[in-house]
């Protein structure tokens, strides 16, 4: 899976990148064929320079004075997300926003499938969410089919949770607990905190810039 | 409400505080009332130079040879990011994840209290999350008791309630949708976007850093 680049990609670009694709997939859908970074500034307020310097870490994509091809960019863009590819999720903590997460349309446009929850409540254990059984977090598979594995349980738990996942197999966690996780250096933790996402607007808030 | 500082801080300093103000908690309920810049590295990964320099913005608080009072840097922190106060919260989309937001406990615990909940849909307007009346976004207040504004509906509604947020005098907006939202410069708009987090998950994935 790993991809081999002319450069060392920068964790920024990487973060660009979804932006760019779903900008992509909004000029598609308008019927334009053709853009220059201009427009993909004016859509994301990503500078012309840095598009450009993005898109050069996977070879350039652009045509001079022609700008670039919005399908084969999105092609190529999706291609080097690898969102070209179905994503098998793994979720344990079927409360409200492992539910909502569940049910959330998004996910699936984007290639991404929660295909199993894992609750450890008894209430919860057996019961259906959007098709979907959910199991007894004490028979997480040993070996598991998903890479990407979702915390959403209580943060007392997200470690222990975190541990199962690591022991199966799972290669990333997005982890929307207030627990720092900590796992083996190979597997990604991104975390994912709602709270501080309204703490930085209220700080921000507070100082105006 | 504007805060006066000794020098321009940074966004990434302001990003950091929330880190901050977790581990201290997590600090405080441990029963541990002086801490090092090095406990504070241990705990949240930040620097120790990084994290005595993010201080300083704020006059500093540490005593040489000492360390910090955690029960005080806690205080001054959630004073600075202005958590000592409550945080009067509105929010537009009842689906699944704006529900699952209503519901969650965790904003209580940090002062914020999402405290009107409005829907378009005429089978949601009248019903009940957690005590609160979804209310028709027809009736949105001229004049909003709320200053943070949650967007959760569907993407293609997202401009339209920004506006009608701006409008009311709405101060800050928490975008939740696939949708860039334009306002007002005075407006401050922080996008989470969930999908995101899964292709960025996925792309680093993808290269392995």
Not at 75 to 90: D, E, Q, R
Request: glycine letters at 8%.
């Amino acid at each position: 899976m790993k991809k081999i680049l002319k450069h060392k990609i920068s964790q920024p670009a990487i973060s660009r990148l979804p932006l760019y694709f779903r900008a992509l997939l909004d000029f598609q859908q308008k019927g334009i064929e053709l853009i220059s970074s201009k427009d993909m500034f004016l859509k994301t307020g990503i500078k012309a320079d840095q598009f450009r310097k993005d898109l050069s870490y996977f070879g350039g994509f652009g045509i001079q004075g022609y700008g670039y091809h919005v399908k084969q960019l999105t092609g190529a863009i999706s291609s080097i997300m690898n969102l070209n590819k179905t994503h098998s999720i793994v979720l344990v903590g079927a409360g409200n926003l492992g539910s909502a997460l569940k049910k959330y349309s998004g996910f699936r446009k984007w290639n991404f499938f929660i295909d199993e929850v894992y609750d450890s409540d008894p209430k919860k254990i057996g019961r259906k969410i959007e098709g979907i059984t959910i199991r007894d977090v004490k028979k997480f598979p040993k070996k598991s089919k998903a890479y990407i594995g979702v915390i959403t349980v209580p943060a007392e738990a997200a470690q222990k949770v975190a541990d199962i996942m690591v022991k199966s197999g799972i290669k990333a966690i997005i982890n929307f607990t207030n627990s720092k996780i900590i796992t083996d250096k190979n597997v990604l933790v991104r975390n994912v905190n709602l709270v501080n996402e309204f703490a930085i607007t209220t700080c921000r808030l507070t100082f105006q810039q």
